[in-house]
Structures are given as C-alpha cells and as structure tokens.
C-alpha cells in the first residue's frame, strides 16, 4: 500500500509505524496550516505530556494562506537551542539517549530556514537511527482526491487526530504519570532504541 503523509516534526509514533509498514508519497504542495503536527510533537517530561512547538514566520497572502514549502522557521527565538535542553532533561535518564545523541544534536545546531526541509531531515535521521529506509518520493500536485494513492493526510492533524491503541513500552516517567500513548517517535527511540523498528513494524495500523 502507497500512503501519501504530511512530513511532520519529529513524527509521532502511528505516522512512523504508517512509514515502517508502507510505501510512502510525501506531500509538499499543500498550504500550511496551522495548529498541527507540522511544527510540533510531543514528548514526556517530568511534568507529563509536553509539546514542543517550532515558531515560524507568517509571511502569507493577502488571503493568509502560504505554501507548506514557502514557510520559514523563526530561528530569533533560539527554538533549537530550548528543543535540545528539553529533551536532555526529559530523557538523559532513558536507557538510550546517550546512544542517539550524536546523531541528533546537530540537526538542533544547524541553520535551517525551511520549515518543510528540516522536517524531512528529522524523519530521515530518525531512519538512519532505525536502519529503516526513508522514501524521497514527493507529490507533484495538490490533489483533494489522491489518484493510486492512500490518503492519509490527516495523521497530521494534532487536534481530532486518530486514536491509536498501541502496546505499551516501559517510559522514563511511567511510575507518575502512567503510559502516555502516542507521543513522537523520539520517546519511543530514547526509551526502547534498536528495538524501536520492531515494535513500529508490529503495531496494528490496519483501521487507517
């Protein structure tokens, strides 16, 4: 099956198992909207769930619409430098951190200026983390109705967002606040490591 899929920040842990278990278009002629996982994911801190959220610059039409590919991040704001130190204090006690942090920090120590661009970069490091490989295939249009393609364009959506009953796996901060479900795949990355793709290849995804 071919699914067509918003790049997002850091994805969260159904879109990479959609990734794992699929071929996959990457849509890039959309217009950005905002209030979605376009630029944002959530992890868990001390405090529970936690978003963490990448300013950008509203330079849109007269309409207020702008292309996804057009939008530029607010690099004023030192967002990377707060991203970082966020998640060294969220996860420097998981099992894995430390495995993964090399080749992590410099995507938070890099200039980008395109929101769309970084975010293909995070999945693709988040790949190569995995051993999985990553599709370049992009769209070539905005289609409402995707020809051959599923459309599963929603997963991006971060309020009304599909629900997803995952098997559990053991959290930096379960023994507070529980197991909290459907965070980005980072904490899922920090917490179980290598074996991550098999626990992403083995979720059930069949109701998308």
Same mark, same amino acid.
Request: net charge positive.
């Given at each position: 099956m071919k699914l067509l899929l918003h790049p997002t920040y850091f994805?969260?842990?159904i879109t990479f198992a959609a990734i794992a278990q699929n071929e996959v278009v990457w849509e890039v002629c959309d217009n950005f909207q905002k209030? /979605? =996982?376009?630029?944002?994911? =959530?992890?868990?801190t001390d405090q529970g769930r936690h978003m963490l959220n990448i300013p950008i610059k509203?330079?849109? /039409?007269?309409?207020?619409r702008q292309l996804y590919n057009d939008v530029i991040v607010d690099n004023t704001s030192h967002w990377k430098k707060?991203?970082?130190?966020?998640?060294e204090t969220a996860y420097?006690?998981?099992?894995y951190f430390e495995f993964y942090e090399d080749?992590?920090?410099p995507l938070f120590e890099s200039s980008d200026e395109k929101l769309l661009d970084f975010n293909l970069k995070t999945?693709? /490091?988040?790949?190569?983390?995995?051993?999985?490989k990553i599709s370049n295939t992009r769209s070539e249009s905005y289609e409402i109705t995707p020809k051959d393609l599923v459309d599963r364009r929603q997963l991006v959506n971060a309020k009304g967002a599909t629900t997803f009953h995952q098997e559990k796996y053991n959290q930096v901060f379960e023994e507070r606040h529980g197991f909290i479900g459907d965070l980005s795949i980072l904490d899922l990355l920090f917490n179980e490591g290598p074996n991550s793709l098999q =626990?992403?290849?083995?979720?059930?995804?069949?109701?998308l």
């Open positions: 994805p969260s842990i209030q /979605t =996982y376009r630029n944002r994911c =959530y992890i868990c509203h330079v849109g /039409t007269d309409q207020g707060i991203h970082w130190r966020t998640l420097r006690t998981s099992p080749e992590l920090r999945i693709q /490091t988040i790949g190569d983390c995995l051993n999985l =626990y992403i290849k083995n979720q059930p995804i069949s109701f």
